[in-house]
């Protein structure tokens, strides 16, 4: 068994027994991960807008409301802006809303089947990560260059950038009367799974947290891999900009780290995390995706039932959704899948 460090134990040595001191605990956790892997995320400069540029009331055969919508917010250098694109039912009570994170800017793309999202009834608020910056070791363009980064090695990556203005599109949001601020979501898959993790962990106004084959630099522990899964060397070399560069000396060295992955899930409690992994995708490593909801389980077991699941290795098609932290084993590739979407959406309606 690796020795991971101990969730449940503060900087000062203290066991973390109750409830109440979990919110100073989590504290020093994101303030180990900011310095330590994502880089601290720059604050916030005043008052969210968002500006409605065009609406269609006839979408989804005229069972949504489709807005198109500039958000915008002061910034250190100035006001910024991206595109939001707003779906939501026609419903005359208040919605859940997911705030989707994505690689395209089509809303109705082959990893959101948004008829299907609105027939059960809920929102999606997306967001294409490159309208926000550029998905590159460039760190002048878009809302990174909007910032002073330091350049100390805990100077922001792109990952803390777009989780960033997830949170700027839930400021928004919320203004909203349409939809439930007990059911908010942030979501996201692979690179903006990690994101949509950090986004949780940062800002507790999401009530869930979805992480879709997430995997190394998310979900997955560091110090456990197995065959064929990534790890923060192959990241260094090809992807440095999503993360500080603190993070860097721990390639080979993840022994040495003062956190693992458990401490980004965990960094969500008492809100509710959704860990879902696919079969195939050995790259993000289900089942160490899997031992790190255990390793956070403590965490959510202050607040009520933790990870329903156990060590044992999970058999495909298996859903753990008993408890504040959930998993599930889909079949099949690395993908955002309408399986995917369909269980995220069954454990928010719980
Ligand atoms: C690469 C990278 C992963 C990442 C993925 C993605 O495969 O190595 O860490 O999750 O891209 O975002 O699609």
């Known amino acids: ?40 995320m720059p604050p916030v400069y005043g008052e969210t807008k968002g500006e409605i540029i065009k609406v269609n009331e006839g979408e989804c055969a005229g069972h949504a409301v489709h807005q198109d919508i500039t958000i915008s917010f002061p910034t250190e250098k100035g006001e910024f802006s991206f595109p939001l694109r707003l779906v939501y039912p026609v419903s005359d009570r208040k919605v859940p809303v997911i705030v989707y994170m994505s690689f395209s ?36 363009n878009g809302l990174t260059g909007m910032f002073t980064r330091p350049d100390d090695g805990t100077g922001f990556g792109k990952i803390s950038i777009w989780a960033y203005a997830m949170s700027r599109a839930l400021d928004y949001l919320l203004t909203r009367e349409e939809f439930d601020p007990e059911k908010t979501a942030c ?17 507790d106004r999401f009530r869930y947290v979805i992480s879709n084959d997430s995997g190394c630099g998310g979900a997955a ?12 060397e192959f990241m260094n070399g090809r992807f440095p900009y999503w993360f500080c560069e603190n993070r860097q000396k721990y390639a080979g060295a993840e022994d040495t780290m003062p956190f693992d992955q458990h401490f980004l899930i965990a960094a969500s409690a008492p809100n509710n995390v959704i860990v879902a992994s696919a079969s195939l995708d050995q790259w993000a490593d289900p089942y160490s ?32 959704d008993g408890g504040k932290v959930a998993y599930h084993l889909r079949d099949g590739r690395h993908f955002m899948s309408r399986t995917d979407w369909n269980l995220n959406m069954d454990y928010i309606l719980k």
């Not at 203290?14 to 892997?37: F, G, Q, Y």
């Not at 995706?289 to 390793?295: I, W, Y």
Request: charged residues 30%; proline residues 2%.
């Open 105 to 140: 800017n089509l809303l109705a793309d082959h990893y959101i089947p948004l008829e299907e999202i609105i027939d059960r009834g809920f929102a999606i608020a997306e967001i294409y990560y490159k309208d926000v910056t550029s998905d590159d070791e460039d760190m002048t």
């Open 289 to 320: 995706e899997q031992l790190s909801c255990v390793g956070a389980s403590p965490a959510f077991e202050l607040f009520g039932k933790g990870f329903s699941g156990t060590e044992e290795k999970a058999k495909v098609g298996d859903n753990f």
């Open 187 to 203: 979501q996201g898959h692979s690179r903006l799974g990690k994101t949509a993790l950090w986004c949780g962990a940062n800002d």
């Open 221 to 232: 522990y560091e110090r456990t891999k197995h065959e064929g899964a990534e790890t923060i």
């Open 1 to 40: 068994m690796k020795f991971y460090p101990d969730l449940m134990t503060d900087l000062s040595g203290k066991k973390i027994t109750d409830a109440s001191m979990w919110s100073d605990r989590k504290k020093e956790i994101v303030d180990i991960l900011s310095r330590e892997e994502y880089g601290y």
